[in-house]
């Protein structure tokens, strides 16, 4: 079975997040892949599905997530959904999840 390579490398994405406060993540991207992508969207949910409030910055290769952990979020696995368009008109996703326990 042949493995996809992964295009996106959190840096700092902790495995749980435990007291409700912002957070950022750092991100790379494969500097032999990131000329050819053209757009990131990037989506952040709680374990219910539920969009966080979060926002998110690329800049080059590097690509920030900030997002809130609040009293309204649920303990569970969140998870940060990450989509690259490429010039080409192919796109590829990539998930990362995190405990928040509070």
């Known amino acids: 079975m042949k493995h996809r390579r992964q295009v996106v490398s959190p840096i700092s994405l902790r495995n749980e997040y435990i007291y409700p406060g912002d957070y950022s993540v750092k991100m790379i991207i494969d500097p032999r892949e990131s ?8 989506n952040v949910h709680n374990s219910d599905g539920k969009p966080m409030s979060y926002g ?47």
């Open 56 to 102: 998110y910055r690329r800049w080059g290769t590097k690509l920030t997530v900030n997002f809130t952990v609040d009293d309204r979020t649920p303990d569970g696995v969140s998870f940060i959904d990450i989509t690259l368009f490429r010039k080409d008109g192919t796109s590829s996703r990539e998930r990362f999840d995190f405990w928040t326990i509070k």
């Open 35 to 42: 000329p050819e992508i053209e757009t990131v969207t990037v």
